[in-house]
């Protein structure tokens, strides 16, 4: 996906202009190709909160970028830092260990993350910029009720971005590249 997103990113900034920036959650991983492509490296470690993504991306658009990559946007949801993790931090706060209490503040604890991935969602929409979000995916199915039968069957999903819905809603394209794809 860092390969193919340089790929991108250099033939859009053949028609826009600007630099391209890239935003590396990857442990430097962009780096390997840096002697095929020009780019500018912002490495970007946890936490991956949505508002430390924005103000990641609000930097690189002040600095003149034209194409920004980040790899990867899935740490926003599931990183250290990100949404699942945030979720579960208020309901730790909200109830400790007890169990039942949890339960009944799980879904209220939706709400500061929820909030936080709308800010990015608005501010990056605000950007004048062109950008290129990688995600991780994962193979997903799930459970459905057959009609005829009654029984529960598995369905498959297929691969799916490991990322919010209404983050990949706002996309312009979505490309999947399967494994071994080349």
Known sequence: ?????????????????GDIYFVDTESRRALHYADR???KHIPFEAPFGSLDY????????????????????????????GMVDLQEQIVTRMAGDDYAKRERVKMLAWA?????????INGILQLNCNFIF???????????????????????????PIAGEEFV???????????GAG
């Open 1 to 17: 996906k860092t390969f193919s997103a340089l790929r991108l990113a250099t033939g859009i900034q053949q028609v826009t202009g």
């Open 54 to 81: 924005l103000v990641a991306l609000q930097h690189c658009v002040k600095q003149g970028a034209g194409v920004v990559i980040v790899d990867s946007m899935s740490h926003e949801h599931e990183g250290p830092g």
């Open 134 to 160: 990688c995600f991780r995916a994962k193979n997903v199915s799930k459970p459905v009720k057959n009609p005829q039968t009654g029984k529960t069957e598995v369905q498959q999903m297929g691969y799916m």
């Open 37 to 39: 492509f020009r780019f």
């Open 112 to 120: 500061e993350p929820k909030a936080k991935r709308r800010q990015l």
């Open 169 to 179: 809603f706002e996309q312009t394209l979505n490309a999947l590249l399967l494994p």
